[in-house]
């Protein structure tokens, strides 16, 4: 059987791959060959796990507090011999990491085809996301195939002169992993927050992540000053932050929340349990991407730490709020779906404009008509 090669390294990339690769596998045509870059360590193999992914090619790239240069240039030395060595009709790359672009370039200088998943997305600030918004349009620059999530992800890839017979609307391959937990796949939260002051089942909580790049110092430090600040005003509102592995990430937190009354810091969750606990919060407070998406389709109101954001349409649609980083607008915004029931409600009836789980089927559709 031919062989399509799965390029990706990080935790988000892996969920996003994931329901790709399982329909790959279902349909029989092409063999996947999965290359995981391991720039990511733990919250790979957690990722991996969950979908009883094993992989063809496991490199091991990670260190601690890795630079961006370091980084890339250690995925391009070791993907290399890789590609080299094997028979592959088409690379895919997702999303817009570091091993997304790396695994594109290597891919094009053996002058293989490249399909970007999730591709044109874009602030048109390029330092935020940062690096992402970059790596995102240089992945773009590469591919000989588009999978757009949405319409406007389209015209962006239309806009930049990318040929409309190259882009295909397929939605986001995150809903199909999410819903596909969802029915498959059981919760053990209660066991893994046994040691904490919290009834999973009935208690309110806020769900807070943080990790971006360009949030790193005074920005992130405002975000954690004002959930803290929420956690004083409200005894009967807890939040649960899983907190990133990244070093930058961990100071901060620690600094700020750590032994706070109802502040319940856990390390990250494996994908399972943190579909649950979204499903489970009240409100989401996150920086994070895939979040974005993810919390419309479980109806929960969203309050996004960034001044732009790559994902628009939830911000237009009405499930997201874009509030940055300043702490007296996220007091305003949470205070106000915390307090006004009708708010609240009115923000998590809003459907989904993500997708509706059929993303990989129509991706794989797509990759049997080019490259069978
Ligand atoms: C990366 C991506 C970002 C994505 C995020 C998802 C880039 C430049 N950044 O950011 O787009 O949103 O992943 O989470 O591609 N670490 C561990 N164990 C892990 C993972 C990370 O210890 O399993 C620590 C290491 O010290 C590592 C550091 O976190 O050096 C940073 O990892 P890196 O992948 O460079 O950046 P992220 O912030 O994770
Ligand atoms: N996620 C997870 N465990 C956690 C936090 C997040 O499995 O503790 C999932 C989340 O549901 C989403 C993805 O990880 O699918 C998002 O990853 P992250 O926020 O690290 O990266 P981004 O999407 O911002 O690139």
Same mark, same amino acid.
């Given at each position: ?179 596909? $937990?969802?029915?498959? *796949?059981?919760?053990? +939260?209660?066991?893994?927050? !046994? ?5 999973? %089942?009935?208690? #309110? ?117 874009? $509030?940055?980083?300043? *702490?007296?607008?996220? +007091?305003?915004?949470?205070? !106000? ?5 009708? %708010?609240?409600? #009115? ?26």
């Amino acid at each position: 059987m031919k062989r399509i090669a799965f390029i990706f390294g990080t935790r988000p990339e892996t969920i996003k791959m994931a329901p790709v690769i399982h329909e790959m596998m279902k349909r029989k045509i092409f063999t996947p060959l999965v290359i995981v870059t391991g720039q990511h360590r733990e919250m790979l193999e957690q990722a991996l796990s969950n979908f009883e992914i094993q992989p063809d090619y496991s490199l091991d790239v990670m260190t601690s507090n890795q630079t961006l240069s370091s980084l890339s240039a250690k995925i391009l030395l070791e993907l290399e011999p890789v590609i080299k060595n094997e028979t592959i009709e088409c690379v895919c790359v997702q999303g817009d990491t570091t091993s997304t672009f790396i695994g594109a370039l290597v891919a094009y200088y053996h002058q293989l085809p490249v399909a970007h998943i999730e591709a044109g997305l874009r602030t048109g600030d390029k330092y935020k996301p940062f690096p992402e918004e970059v790596n995102r349009m240089m992945t773009g620059a590469i591919a000989d195939v588009h999978f757009a999530p949405t319409q406007e992800s389209k015209l962006n890839l239309i806009s930049e002169n990318h040929k409309e017979n190259t882009v295909f609307v397929t939605g986001n391959t995150s809903i199909d992993a999410l819903l596909w $937990v969802l029915k498959n *796949k059981s919760n053990t +939260l209660e066991t893994v927050l !046994n040691n904490h002051d919290i009834d999973i %089942e009935n208690d #309110k909580f806020i769900l807070l992540t943080t990790h971006r790049r360009e949030n790193f110092g005074l920005p992130m430090e405002n975000s954690l000053n004002s959930v803290r600040e929420l956690s004083e005003m409200y005894p009967d509102l807890k939040v649960i932050m899983p907190v990133h592995f990244n070093p930058n990430v961990r100071e901060k937190v620690d600094s700020i929340l750590k032994n706070h009354k109802r502040v319940i810091l856990i390390e990250p969750l494996d994908y399972v349990n943190f579909c649950h606990l979204m499903n489970k919060a009240h409100l989401i407070i996150t920086d994070s991407g895939g979040i974005q998406e993810e919390a419309p389709s479980l109806g929960k109101p969203l309050l996004v730490l960034r001044e732009k954001t790559e994902r628009p349409e939830g911000v237009a649609s009405g499930t997201a709020i874009l $509030v940055g980083t300043d *702490k007296e607008l996220i +007091l305003r915004h949470a205070k !106000n779906l915390l307090n006004n029931k009708d %708010e609240y409600q #009115k923000m998590s009836d809003i459907k989904n404009p993500y997708g509706d789980g059929n993303a990989s089927v129509l991706i794989n559709d797509q990759l049997e008509r080019m490259y069978n």
